[in-house]
């Protein structure tokens, strides 16, 4: 499958960014956008610094994630200006002086020390909207975040230019190279850690670049649903792999998930087939003009549909939605946004004035509320899972006649499901972005 080349698409890309920074400048009475790229953190009693993470305000604008100590400057009606760090440090690798498509749209100087951003920042701060975290000061340059400001700017940045679409798919592409491999791995027997490092091997990234820990689970270990312990030692049999992990395209993430039963023949496979068509459908309903909270409640429907056509449930799907027994065994979100971040800004936002959509009551864990709309990017991931303390508490709050308690103890080992896809929303029908990627591996 191609994907297209994202750098045609920078200069448009900018030009939004630009004019969204100054409708949030005036929205905040401010002169000038200043955002740093954030320093590293020491540990605690140590000499040594914890991996350096981007600020996502900064790598919207460039592609650049190593480069700590470094600052855009943007006022409108000039050119953005980048200011980049290029230490004296034969510590460590040096980044290379900044090239490639995107520098002919900036006005770049380069620093040897980070104190010698001061002069080529604005000459008053109080005139600025910072954006970033406190590490960042540097003089007066304080980050403050002006709540205007940031509402705004992240509240747009649910629309997703041409652009970011472009390296939202490259990612897809390296992310389900990974899951191949991994796939491969648990089906030879390999343990939690060496399915992680076949992952990413094939992925060419490690923790510090991957947007996220991944989770590896075989068995029991399905129903964590944030498992990353990694096992070194494959269970004895293996009898199911869920994994979730992502990759990073030019500070975009991918997040996907699949699960596997080792047995092809079984009825964990039957289970699983059913929650992947159920997924299926449930993106293609990621249309404009839909609620994110109403394809959740019905996600809970179908799931408690499938669980009762496999005998796991004794009550309609209504019953067990109202009851809250569906949220024993799907007890997350439906799904979030996603980009610059794996779990992207503004999931509940009214407006870009601020304001917050709140979840349903009884869904704790939805990290979406909006009403859907075209080039918003989003996860769909619903799951069925077999997890012990859930399930006690289910058996002790009376609604444990609902449950045929055989047939979770014979589904219990497995652990559980999760299928998980990105979705952009159009103008028209779903865009999936991950399984076409799949279909062309």
């Given at each position: 499958m191609s994907v297209t080349d994202p750098a045609p698409l920078y200069a448009d890309h900018l030009r939004v960014l630009m004019q969204r920074a100054g409708t949030a400048l005036e929205r905040g009475g401010l002169d000038h956008l200043v955002i740093p790229s954030g320093t590293q953190h020491a540990k605690l009693f140590d000499d040594q610094a914890y991996p350096f993470f981007v600020n996502p305000q900064f790598k919207a604008w460039l592609p650049l994630l190593r480069v700590p100590h470094s600052w855009i400057v943007y006022t409108p009606g000039q050119r953005p200006k980048l200011i980049f760090l290029q230490p004296f440090d034969y510590w460590h690798a040096v980044p290379d002086a900044p090239s490639g498509w995107w520098v002919a749209h900036f006005d770049i100087h380069i620093i040897r020390t980070p104190d010698q951003a001061l002069p080529l920042l604005p000459g008053d701060a109080a005139r600025c909207a910072i954006l970033g975290e406190p590490q960042s000061t540097l003089g007066a340059f304080a980050p403050n975040n002006p709540e205007?400001?940031?509402?705004?700017?992240?509240?747009?940045?649910?629309?997703?230019?041409?652009?970011?679409?472009?390296?939202?798919r490259q990612a897809q592409q390296l992310a389900v190279r990974g899951h191949r491999a991994a796939e491969a791995a648990f089906r030879a027997g390999a343990s939690e850690f060496a399915i992680h490092m076949a992952y990413c091997a094939a992925v060419g990234q490690d923790a510090n670049d991957l947007p996220y820990g991944n989770i590896i689970a075989l068995n029991e270990h399905c129903a964590v649903l944030h498992y990353t312990e990694l096992g070194r030692t494959a269970p004895a049999p293996?009898?199911?792999f869920l994994i979730d992990a992502g990759a990073d395209a030019g500070g975009y993430a991918a997040d996907i998930t699949r699960t596997y039963a080792t047995d092809t023949g079984s009825e964990f496979q039957a289970l699983i087939d059913a929650v992947d068509q159920a997924q299926q459908g449930m993106c293609r309903a990621v249309r404009a003009g839909t609620d994110y909270r109403q394809l959740h409640i019905d996600a809970h429907l179908t799931l408690a549909g499938i669980l009762r056509d496999f005998d796991v449930l004794k009550v309609s799907p209504e019953a067990a939605l109202a009851s809250g027994v569906s949220a024993a065994f799907f007890p997350h979100g439906l799904g979030h946004p996603i980009g610059l971040q794996v779990h992207d800004v503004a999931g509940f936002a009214a407006s870009d004035h601020g304001g917050r959509i709140e979840r349903p009551q009884g869904h704790p864990y939805l990290r979406m509320t909006r009403v859907l709309e075209p080039g918003m990017v989003v996860t769909i991931e619903p799951g069925l899972y077999f997890v012990d303390m859930l399930l006690e508490e289910l058996r002790g709050n009376g609604h444990a006649d609902?449950?045929?308690?055989?047939?979770?103890?014979?589904?219990?080992?497995y652990g559980g499901?999760?299928?998980?896809?990105?979705?952009?929303?159009?103008?028209?029908?779903?865009d999936n972005l991950t399984r076409p990627v799949f279909a062309a591996a």
């Open positions: 205007a400001v940031v509402q705004y700017l992240e509240y747009h940045r649910s629309y997703k230019t041409p652009y970011e679409v472009a390296l939202m293996s009898r199911s609902a449950v045929n308690w055989s047939r979770v103890d014979a589904f219990r080992p499901i999760r299928i998980e896809d990105e979705v952009l929303c159009t103008e028209g029908e779903a």
